[in-house]
């Protein structure tokens, strides 16, 4: 408990010293549940606000977490240093950070929500701190930017990795569930705030383009940091099938229009790109294009060692497929080494958060 204090302690200390802002707090999206005298508000999302002390960017934008987190990811690091937010804050952005709706400060109700599940200690090593010690993709070994030292770095019983593994919470079993609920309140929260750019991370990627397919005119950009993926059936962990609309796994717009997944006909590429990379699942010809999403600026970006460097290039070519333009960003090909996924909080952030301020002023308009 000591530790994370500190650590909180240390964060707060630095966002006052880098960045004068303002704060406030809100929730959107939601409907009332429950029988006459025992309603309950559900499906709302909460929202909080950061503003510069002088905005000098057009458009604000709007962070997503992936799985098992919340809006801590872009506060800042486990161990102590300011976070995305922060940066973005620097860079003259209104930021605005949510909880995913059933998710953290966004209240989960077990009589109208999913079941729950929780990343394994394992997991969390494995996938997110350590994946050099016992990653099983080809690029595992090059993570190298988890902050910490000493035997135990990136495992628990090191003090950054238990301050992280305490800011684990349950997420939605149901990533068809998460997805629709996310949309809607999505949604509700563009038409409050008008257009944004959106920065999605893993589970999240989905909501980027769901979201731009219900509002494409108030998504003006996508970063997308290692996306859900790839498109049509899992890989490394499994090879299920997964996200039948492709690239999520609640309906998507396309065009000729798609009535059920099935009528999105997938074939499997003969070969990989090379041996580091899966094979992908791609749309058969003709491809059905995705209309909404054609003519937003969108960034794929990928670590060099996470297990997503093993298939993100199979969410680009799908995007490319369906009439969506779109850059795809291997960080390694920028000169930034050794991130695995949780690339946000490790000891380079600031350097990543510049690369994608690059794109972002570049293509952004």
């Given at each position: 408990?000591?530790?994370?204090?500190?650590?909180?302690?240390?964060?707060?200390?630095?966002?006052?010293?880098?960045?004068?802002?303002?704060?406030?707090?809100?929730?959107?999206?939601?409907?009332?549940?429950?029988?006459?005298?025992?309603?309950?508000m559900?499906?709302?999302?909460?929202?909080?606000?950061?503003?510069?002390?002088?905005v000098?960017?057009?458009?604000?934008?709007?962070?997503f977490?992936?799985?098992?987190?919340?809006?801590?990811?872009?506060?800042?690091?486990?161990?102590?240093?300011?976070?995305?937010a922060?940066?973005?804050?620097?860079?003259?952005?209104?930021?605005?950070?949510?909880?995913?709706?059933?998710?953290?400060?966004?209240?989960?109700?077990p009589a109208?929500n999913?079941?729950?599940?929780?990343?394994?200690?394992?997991?969390?090593?494995?996938?997110?701190t350590?994946?050099?010690?016992?990653g099983?993709?080809?690029q595992?070994?090059?993570?190298?930017?988890?902050?910490?030292?000493?035997?135990s770095?990136?495992?628990?019983g090191?003090?950054?990795?238990?301050?992280?593994?305490?800011?684990?919470?349950?997420?939605?079993?149901?990533?068809?569930?998460t997805e629709?609920?996310?949309q809607?309140?999505?949604?509700?929260?563009?038409?409050?705030?008008?257009?944004?750019?959106?920065v999605?991370?893993?589970?999240?990627?989905?909501?980027?383009?769901?979201?731009?397919?219900?509002?494409?005119?108030?998504?003006?950009?996508i970063?997308?940091?290692?996306?859900?993926?790839?498109?049509?059936?899992?890989?490394l962990?499994?090879?299920?099938?997964?996200?039948?609309?492709?690239?999520?796994?609640?309906p998507?717009?396309?065009?000729p229009?798609?009535?059920?997944?099935?009528?999105?006909k997938?074939?499997?590429?003969?070969?990989?790109?090379?041996?580091?990379?899966?094979?992908?699942?791609?749309?058969?010809?003709?491809?059905?294009?995705?209309?909404?999403?054609?003519?937003?600026?969108?960034?794929?970006?990928?670590?060099?060692?996470?297990?997503?460097?093993f298939?993100?290039?199979?969410?680009?070519?799908?995007?490319?497929?369906?009439?969506v333009?779109?850059?795809?960003?291997?960080?390694?090909?920028?000169?930034?080494?050794?991130?695995?996924?949780?690339?946000?909080?490790?000891?380079?952030?600031?350097?990543?958060?510049?690369?994608?301020?690059?794109?972002?002023?570049?293509?952004?308009?």
């Amino acid at each position: 408990m000591t530790r994370l204090v500190v650590f909180i302690a240390a964060t707060m200390t630095a966002l006052a010293q880098r960045t004068p802002a303002t704060r406030e707090f809100f929730y959107v999206g939601g409907k009332y549940s429950g029988a006459p005298g025992s309603e309950a508000m559900t499906g709302q999302m909460y929202v909080e606000a950061l503003r510069p002390a002088r905005v000098t960017r057009k458009y604000p934008l709007v962070f997503f977490h992936g799985l098992g987190q919340t809006a801590t990811n872009w506060m800042g690091t486990p161990d102590g240093r300011p976070g995305w937010a922060d940066y973005f804050l620097a860079q003259g952005y209104v930021v605005y950070l949510v909880d995913q709706p059933a998710r953290g400060r966004s209240a989960w109700n077990p009589a109208v929500n999913g079941q729950w599940q929780f990343p394994s200690l394992a997991q969390v090593e494995q996938r997110f701190t350590a994946p050099e010690v016992n990653g099983n993709w080809p690029q595992a070994k090059k993570h190298t930017q988890w902050p910490g030292s000493g035997p135990s770095v990136g495992r628990h019983g090191d003090p950054i990795f238990d301050a992280f593994f305490a800011s684990q919470v349950e997420s939605l079993l149901s990533n068809a569930e998460t997805e629709a609920l996310v949309q809607v309140a999505g949604s509700a929260l563009l038409d409050k705030i008008g257009p944004a750019i959106l920065v999605t991370h893993s589970q999240a990627g989905p909501f980027g383009w769901l979201l731009a397919d219900s509002r494409p005119a108030m998504v003006k950009g996508i970063v997308a940091v290692e996306p859900a993926g790839p498109p049509f059936q899992n890989s490394l962990v499994n090879e299920n099938a997964a996200r039948p609309w492709g690239i999520a796994d609640v309906p998507l717009t396309y065009d000729p229009p798609v009535r059920s997944p099935d009528d999105l006909k997938k074939i499997r590429e003969p070969r990989a790109d090379g041996p580091d990379f899966a094979v992908c699942w791609e749309q058969a010809d003709p491809p059905h294009r995705l209309p909404h999403l054609a003519g937003i600026p969108i960034v794929i970006v990928t670590t060099e060692a996470s297990y997503h460097a093993f298939y993100d290039h199979c969410t680009v070519k799908f995007l490319t497929r369906a009439g969506v333009r779109n850059t795809f960003l291997r960080l390694e090909n920028e000169g930034i080494h050794g991130n695995g996924h949780m690339v946000m909080l490790e000891k380079n952030s600031d350097q990543v958060a510049a690369r994608l301020q690059k794109w972002i002023v570049a293509n952004v308009k």
